[in-house]
C-alpha cells in the first residue's frame, strides 16, 4: 500500500485529478440551480398568466362602462314630459330649443347618474343641430363638497363626433358611438359615450355621458384586480395612469415592439418597469372603443410576488452553496499548497538569480516531474552561469578593443538614440571620460564641411564635417543579427584634421606654384605675340612658324595654370558666390568674345540662339561666364569641323543652358566621369597628343561653380557625332533655394 501511494504521488498529474474529483461536487450544485431556475420560469409564466387575465378583466370593465352608459342615455334621451314638475320631454325640448326646460328635465337623470355605482356620471351635456351645448351639468370636485355646476355653452362642431350624430350616421356599431374626448373649455379628459335624440323621424340633437379618464381607470382598476393602470395615447405618450406622475413614456423600441406585435390580445407584450422603488409588470394591450383603437392600456401588477417567492428560496439555495465553496475552497487550498510549493521555490530562486545571487540553487526534495524540473532547472542555472561568466568576459575584450581604436565610434539604435561612445569620440567632442554622452546622434556637434574640401580623391565633400577643432570623416553602416533584422547603426567618425590640413597645403603650394609659372608665361606669349606681329622685325616663314608654336603652347600652358588655380581657389575657400540677378545674355556674350577667334581659326561656326525676353536668372556673374567659357573652350579643342551652338531653354521654373558640338562625342562608360577631376573624355593617342589637350579640370570647375549656384549640370553624347553640355540655372524670381545640407543625423 505504501508503495502504491509512494508510485502515484511521485506522478504530478495525479496531484491534480483530485481537484477534478471534486468538480462533480460542483456540478450537482449546478444542478440545483438549474432546478432554481426552472422553478423560476414556471413561477415567472403563472405570473404572465395572472397579468393577461387581468388585461382582459380591465378591457371588459371598458366595455361594461360603455353599455352602462348607453343604457344610462337611452334612459335620458326617451323621457317622456314630467307632468307633477311641468318638465317638458328631452326630445320637445331639445326640439324647441328650450334650454331651460331642458335642464329641468335631465336634472334627475345627472343626479341619478352621478350616484349610480355603474355609469359615475361626471359629466352630462346636451347640444342642438347646431353643435352648441344647451345643457352642460358637470360634478363638482372641488373641496366645496358633492354637488353640480352648470357650465356655460360651448361649441362642438370641432368634434369628432357632431357631425355624425346631428346627421344620424350609423356605422357597424350602430348610431351611438363612444371615445375619448377633451372639451375646449377645460383640459380634462373624458370618456364619453354619445347618442342622438330623435323627434320623430329627425334627429332634434344629442347626449353627451363623460366620466373622467382617471375615474374610468379607477373602476378599471378595481374590477380587473390591478395594481395600477396607465392609458398611452397611440404616440406612447401617457394620458391618465394611477401610479401618479412616475411613469414615464413607452420607450421607442417599446413602442416598436407593441407596433409589430400583430396578435396583442393572443400574445401579450409584457414589459418590467420600477415605480417609486418597486418594480411592476406592465402588459400592453390596444384600447378598443367600437373596434378601434383609441390608445394603449398598460394593467401593471407587482412583481412583489415573484420577488417574495425568490426570496423565500434564494437563501437557504445561497446558503448551501456556499457551504460547499467554502469546503471546496478549503480542499482546493491544501491541494494548491501541496503543488505549488516547490513551484514557488523555484519561482523564488529564479528571481534571486535574475538579482544577480548567482550561487542561489533551487532546494526542493520531492520525487515528482516537479523535482525532476527542480533538479534539471539547477543544472540548466550551472550551464548559465559559466556561459554568462564567458559573455561577460568576451564583452570586456570588446569593449576594451572598441575603446582602444583610435577613431571615433558611435552605437546607435533606430530611433537614433546613442548607445554607446568610445574614448576617441570623447576626445574629438572635447568632453571628459565621467561626462554624460549625448542622448541623439543630432546632439553631436557635427556640420558639414563646405568650404576648403579637399579636392582629390572621391570623398570628397561627401561624408567630411567639422567637429569641434577636428575635421572628421563620417560613415554610418547598420547592425544586422545573425537572423538578418536590424537593431541599429554605428557610426565611424576618422580624424582627418591631419590629412586635411596636408591636402590644403599642398593645394595652396600648388596655387602658388601656379601664380609663379603664370608670369612668365604671359611674358613670353606676349613676347611671341609681338614677334608674330612684326614689331621688332618682319620674321620669315620658318621663323614665324617656330614663334607661333612657341604662343600657342605657352597659351595652352597658361590656361591649364588658370585651371589649376581656380580649383586651389575653390579648394581653399578663396572663392565666393555671390548670387544676384543676372541677364543671361551678357556672361554668354563675353564667354564667347573670349573664344570665337579661336574657333574662327579652326574654320568652325560659332551660333548662339537665346530667345528675347528670357527672364533674369539667379547667379554668380563671372561663374556663370567662366562655365560657358570652359564649355566652349572644350568644345572647341575636340571640334576638328562643323559648328558650336549655345543656346538656352526657358523650362517653366528654370533655364537650361546648352552648348553642342558636331565633335568626335564621348563614350558612354566615360559620360558619367567627365566631371571628375583629371578625367578627359578622349583616351585616344590622337588626343593624348594634341597640342591643345588638357589635363581634366576644365568641367571639374564647371559643375562646382554650377552647384555652388543651385543648379545641376551633364552631359548627352553620341559618339562620332557631337556632344551637348548643359547647366541649369534658376529664375531671379524662384523663392526656393538650393538644397539644404545634409547632417549625419538625418542620414541616420
Known amino acids: ?36 431556475y426552472l422553478l423560476s420560469q414556471a413561477l415567472k409564466q403563472r405570473f404572465d398568466t395572472e397579468l393577461a387575465n387581468v388585461t382582459r378583466s380591465a378591457s371588459d370593465a371598458l366595455i361594461s362602462q360603455e353599455q352602462a352608459n348607453l343604457q344610462f342615455l337611452r334612459q335620458a334621451a326617451f323621457a317622456s314630459a314630467n307632468v307633477e314638475t311641468g318638465a317638458p320631454s328631452v326630445a320637445d325640448a331639445i326640439a324647441a330649443g328650450d334650454s331651460k326646460g331642458l335642464a329641468q328635465a335631465l336634472e334627475p337623470f345627472f343626479k341619478d347618474g352621478a350616484l349610480s355605482p355603474g355609469v359615475r356620471l361626471d359629466r352630462l351635456i346636451a347640444f342642438d343641430t347646431q353643435g352648441r351645448s344647451m345643457v352642460d351639468f358637470e360634478r363638482r370636485t372641488s373641496p366645496q363638497g358633492d354637488g353640480y355646476i352648470t357650465n356655460p355653452p360651448i361649441d362642438l362642431n370641432g368634434a369628432w363626433f357632431t357631425d355624425k350624430i346631428i346627421s344620424g350616421t350609423s356605422d357597424d356599431q350602430g348610431d351611438k358611438y363612444a371615445g375619448l374626448i377633451q372639451f375646449a373649455d377645460t383640459n380634462t379628459l373624458y370618456f364619453a359615450t354619445i347618442a342622438p335624440v330623435y323627434k320623430g323621424d329627425k334627429v332634434a340633437g344629442g347626449l353627451i355621458a363623460a366620466m373622467h379618464v382617471d375615474s374610468l381607470l379607477a373602476v378599471m382598476t378595481t374590477r380587473s ?19 401618479g406622475d412616475t411613469v414615464a413614456p413607452m420607450s421607442l423600441d417599446l413602442l ?75 480542499v482546493g ?56 561568466d564567458q559573455v561577460q568576459a568576451e564583452a570586456s575584450q570588446r569593449a576594451a578593443i572598441v575603446e582602444s581604436i583610435t577613431d571615433g565610434i558611435v552605437v546607435v539604435d533606430d530611433q537614433g538614440n546613442i548607445k554607446m561612445i568610445n574614448r576617441a569620440t570623447r576626445r574629438l567632442m572635447s568632453i571628459t571620460d565621467d561626462a554624460p554622452m549625448p542622448e541623439k546622434l543630432s546632439d553631436i556637434p557635427m556640420q558639414r564641411l563646405v568650404e576648403g574640401v579637399p579636392g582629390f580623391g572621391t570623398q570628397r565633400a561627401q561624408d567630411l564635417f567639422t567637429l569641434g577643432e577636428y575635421i572628421v570623416r563620417a560613415s554610418i553602416a547598420p547592425v544586422v543579427g545573425g537572423d538578418g533584422t536590424r537593431s541599429g547603426y554605428v557610426c565611424l567618425l576618422q580624424d582627418m584634421t591631419a590629412e586635411v590640413e596636408v591636402d590644403r597645403a599642398r593645394t595652396n603650394f600648388i596655387g602658388t606654384i601656379s601664380h609663379e609659372l603664370k608670369t612668365p608665361l604671359q611674358v613670353i606669349s606676349g613676347n611671341a605675340d609681338v614677334l608674330i606681329r612684326g614689331m621688332v622685325g618682319r620674321l620669315n616663314d620658318e621663323q614665324a612658324n617656330c614663334v607661333e608654336a612657341i604662343r600657342q603652347h605657352t597659351n595652352n600652358m597658361t590656361g591649364l595654370l588658370q585651371n589649376v588655380i581656380t580649383i586651389a581657389h575653390l579648394d581653399s575657400g578663396a572663392t565666393t558666390t555671390d548670387l544676384a540677378p ?35 536668372v539667379l547667379a554668380d556673374f563671372d561663374h556663370v561666364r567662366q562655365v560657358v567659357y570652359q564649355l566652349l573652350d572644350n568644345a572647341r579643342r575636340y571640334t576638328h569641323e562643323g559648328s558650336i551652338t549655345v543656346r538656352a531653354l526657358d523650362c517653366g521654373d528654370h533655364v537650361r543652358v546648352e552648348v553642342t558640338d558636331t565633335g568626335r562625342g564621348i563614350p558612354p562608360d566615360m559620360q558619367e566621369q567627365v566631371f571628375q577631376r583629371f578625367i578627359r573624355g578622349d583616351g585616344t593617342s590622337e588626343g593624348i597628343n594634341s597640342a591643345e589637350r588638357g589635363i581634366g579640370l576644365g568641367l571639374a570647375i564647371c559643375k562646382q561653380l554650377v552647384e555652388r549656384q543651385g543648379g545641376t ?9 557631337g556632344s551637348t553640355f548643359y547647366f541649369t540655372l534658376r529664375y531671379a524670381n524662384d523663392t526656393s533655394g538650393p538644397e539644404n545640407e545634409t547632417t549625419l543625423a538625418a542620414a541616420a
Do not use: C
Not at 589 to 604: F, M
Open 333 to 388: 487550498i491544501f491541494i494548491a499548497r501541496h503543488i505549488t510549493m516547490p513551484l514557488e521555490e523555484l519561482a523564488r530562486t529564479s528571481t534571486e538569480i535574475a538579482e544577480g545571487k548567482l550561487d542561489r540553487r533551487a532546494r526542493i526534495g520531492s520525487e515528482n516531474e516537479i523535482g525532476q524540473l527542480a533538479v534539471s532547472f539547477n543544472q540548466m542555472t550551472e550551464f548559465l552561469v559559466r556561459l554568462y
Open 225 to 243: 384586480r390591478a395594481d395600477g393602470i396607465t392609458l398611452y395615447d397611440q404616440s406612447g405618450r401617457v394620458i391618465s395612469t394611477t401610479f
Open 256 to 330: 416598436s415592439a407593441f407596433e409589430a406585435n400583430t396578435s396583442p390580445f393572443e400574445t401579450v407584450l409584457f414589459r418590467n418597469e420600477v415605480i417609486d422603488n418597486h418594480e411592476y409588470q406592465f402588459a400592453y394591450v390596444p384600447l378598443m372603443v367600437r373596434g378601434s383603437s383609441v390608445g394603449i392600456l398598460a394593467p401593471a401588477r407587482s412583481r412583489d410576488y415573484i420577488l417574495d417567492t425568490w426570496n423565500s428560496t434564494v437563501w437557504p439555495v445561497m446558503g448551501l452553496i456556499g457551504a460547499l465553496a467554502l469546503a471546496i475552497f478549503v
Open 713 to 721: 549640370i551633364g552631359v548627352t553624347s553620341i559618339p562620332n557625332q
Open 582 to 616: 543676372v541677364e543671361l545674355l551678357r556672361p554668354i556674350d563675353e564667354a564667347n568674345w573670349r573664344v570665337q577667334s579661336q574657333i574662327k581659326a579652326k574654320g568652325l561656326t560659332l551660333n548662339v540662339q537665346i530667345p528675347e525676353g528670357l527672364r533674369p
Open 1 to 36: 500500500m505504501h508503495r502504491l501511494w509512494k508510485g502515484l504521488n511521485s506522478q504530478l498529474r495525479y496531484q491534480i485529478i483530485f481537484p477534478f474529483l471534486l468538480l462533480t461536487f460542483v456540478v450537482a450544485v449546478a444542478g440545483s440551480f438549474v432546478v432554481f
